[in-house]
């Protein structure tokens, strides 16, 4: 079993700045790929960003060159770092670990961003 606890949403000004964080515990060994997932209202959950335990990272287009996804190994943790961010970035944003053959997801944080 694999707990993720993210931390780090709140509210910013269009063109502004906010980093997610998502601590990872419990059968870490096994989680071969983390990530970064939003859903705003009345939308479907989608891919923000990926990173593999080889460090390879992938990104929707709508947040390449604006959003940086990274991982620090010794503390089990994966960061988004949001900037230049825009209105339609608002949404609940959700961690998300892979093994071979299961998922884990986080609670959700809720980031809003005005205009």
């Known amino acids: 079993q694999v707990r993720l606890v993210e931390s780090g949403g709140g509210l910013a000004q269009a063109g502004g700045s906010l980093r997610l964080s998502c601590a990872a515990s419990?059968?870490?060994?096994?989680?071969?790929?983390m990530g970064w997932y939003r859903q705003a209202p009345g939308k479907q959950r989608e891919l923000v960003a990926t990173?593999?335990?080889?460090?390879?990272?992938n990104y929707a287009d709508s947040v390449k060159g604006r959003f940086t996804i990274s991982r620090d190994g010794a503390k089990n943790t994966v960061y988004l770092q949001m900037n230049n961010m825009r209105p339609e970035d608002t949404a609940v944003y959700y961690c998300?670990?892979?093994?071979?053959?299961?998922?884990?997801w986080g609670q959700g944080t809720q980031v809003t961003v005005s205009a």
């Open positions: 998300k670990a892979a093994s071979l053959r299961l998922v884990y």
């Open positions: 990173i593999t335990s080889g460090g390879i990272t």
């Open positions: 419990g059968s870490i060994f096994s989680i071969n790929a």
